[in-house]
């Protein structure tokens, strides 16, 4: 069994109002860099650098690949040091490798610049994982659904800005992308070094080892089925777009509307919703509804090709409503869920887990929904519809599954028979 320990996040640390803050505004600061960096970073990989597209979409393989392996040993070190020396040393080398963008000029160096982006990513979002349950106190799931809600408004400021920049299209326009975004890496490594306390390491059990989350198959199940239901977020970014382009006669700008309201109903719904879901139990449910939600918006998305062209827009908007609801339920289960079963001691590691399972979805989603929802069409909206539901509806049992192995805070050890004749009767639930 997996046990909590014992001891709580908070003892003999500040109350977490101000930690929370200020990780609120590092993150806000971070993530506002970097709407501006990607919604250029193509244009001036191809257009300034003159790198050909595939060789830069080979060269980011690469390095999303390569990046998922610092997931779980960054975790470990910030169980161990402690997840504020871990992250800050990782935006801090974002910073570096984000200003390094601005001297590439080649394909070797953009790839190897790339890897390390990647590699103190995800470092920084183990280690981020377990700073926020640590400063989120007794509620991490809820303060992460806040704080989620700040990280997208920072990132819908990002890439407003970032369209003034693409609109000069010149390579000093690009540049201050760039340096912005790493200069917003520093001010978040800065702040947190001001704002958030030095949180020592919680005490380990003997048992604990450094691949303990790869032995909790319950925790392991639950990564799977959160990042098969990450599917979700390309289908309004990736999916929905082309959809809109090829396959109907909306106006153009029906692209840039469902964004928006994707933006918008995340902003204005995580934090409400995300503080009512807060238990793994409760998260379960969450990710069930979630799943549900999308089962509606699937095939909503699909009539847009079958409607007159100045209906298409409505319903694409409609849809994408329906679909950002799902969205905002399904973070919230997955915060619930990774927070919830993860012992304190080792939050390092699970987040470092959960982290490097959503980005491989996230690494597998263009692949999967341009070929089989695309090549099928109306049906492959059916289909993933039903697939959404479907890993939805896994949640509950999964969630349950994996309470029944948590042994509650203080909760003794199963009783050894005194004869071995005498065995326990379980106990009953």
């Not at 003892?11 to 806000?28: K, N, T």
């Not at 990989?45 to 595939?54: G, I």
């Not at 809109?244 to 995340?266: E, K, M």
Request: proline share 8%.
């Amino acid at each position: 069994m997996i046990a909590k320990s014992a001891g709580p996040r908070t003892a003999g640390l500040p109350a977490p109002d101000g930690p929370q803050r200020a990780l609120i505004v590092a993150s806000f600061v971070s993530r506002v860099g970097n709407g501006l960096f990607n919604t250029a970073s193509v244009l001036y990989f191809t257009l300034v650098v003159h790198l050909p597209a595939a060789r830069v979409g080979v060269g980011l393989t690469i390095a999303g690949l390569v990046g998922l392996l610092a997931g779980v040993p960054a975790g470990n070190l910030a169980d161990r040091y402690g997840p504020r020396t871990v992250w800050m040393t990782a935006v801090m080398v974002q910073a570096a490798t984000m200003a390094g963008f601005v001297l590439i000029h080649d394909w070797v160096t953009f790839t190897l610049i790339a890897t390390l982006d990647r590699l103190a990513a995800t470092a920084g979002g183990a280690a981020g994982g377990a700073l926020v349950a640590r400063a989120g106190g007794e509620r991490p799931a809820a303060f992460r659904a806040k704080l989620r809600t700040f990280v997208n408004l920072g990132v819908v400021l990002g890439t407003v800005g970032a369209a003034f920049a693409v609109s000069a299209d010149t390579r000093a326009a690009y540049t201050v992308l760039i340096l912005a975004n790493a200069a917003s890496f520093a001010c978040a490594g800065l702040i947190a070094l001001g704002g958030v306390p030095n949180y020592p390491p919680l005490p380990r059990p003997e048992e604990h080892h450094r691949w303990a989350v790869l032995s909790d198959r319950p925790f392991v199940s639950f990564v799977a089925l959160y990042s098969a239901m990450g599917l979700q977020y390309q289908t309004v970014s990736l999916l929905l777009p082309i959809w809109l382009s090829a396959h109907t006669d909306a106006p153009r700008w029906t692209v840039a509307a469902v964004y928006a309201v994707n933006s918008g109903v995340c902003v204005l719904l995580q934090s409400r919703i995300g503080s009512g879901v807060e238990t793994p139990r409760q998260g379960g449910r969450a990710f069930r509804l979630a799943g549900l939600l999308f089962l509606v918006s699937c095939p909503l998305m699909a009539l847009t090709a079958d409607v007159p062209p100045w209906v298409a827009p409505a319903l694409a908007v409609l849809a994408v409503v329906v679909h950002s609801l799902g969205e905002v339920w399904e973070s919230s289960g997955g915060y619930a869920l990774a927070f919830g079963l993860a012992p304190d001691h080792a939050q390092g590691q699970y987040q470092g887990l959960f982290g490097v399972g959503f980005d491989a979805g996230q690494a597998l989603a263009p692949m999967v929904l341009t070929t089989a929802v695309l090549g099928l069409g109306h049906a492959g909206w059916l289909l993933l519809g039903v697939f959404f539901a479907a890993v939805g509806a896994a949640g509950p049992p999964v969630a349950a599954w994996a309470e029944r192995t948590r042994r509650p805070p203080h909760a003794p050890a199963p009783a050894t028979p005194a004869h071995p004749d005498e065995t326990p009767v379980p106990d009953t639930v």
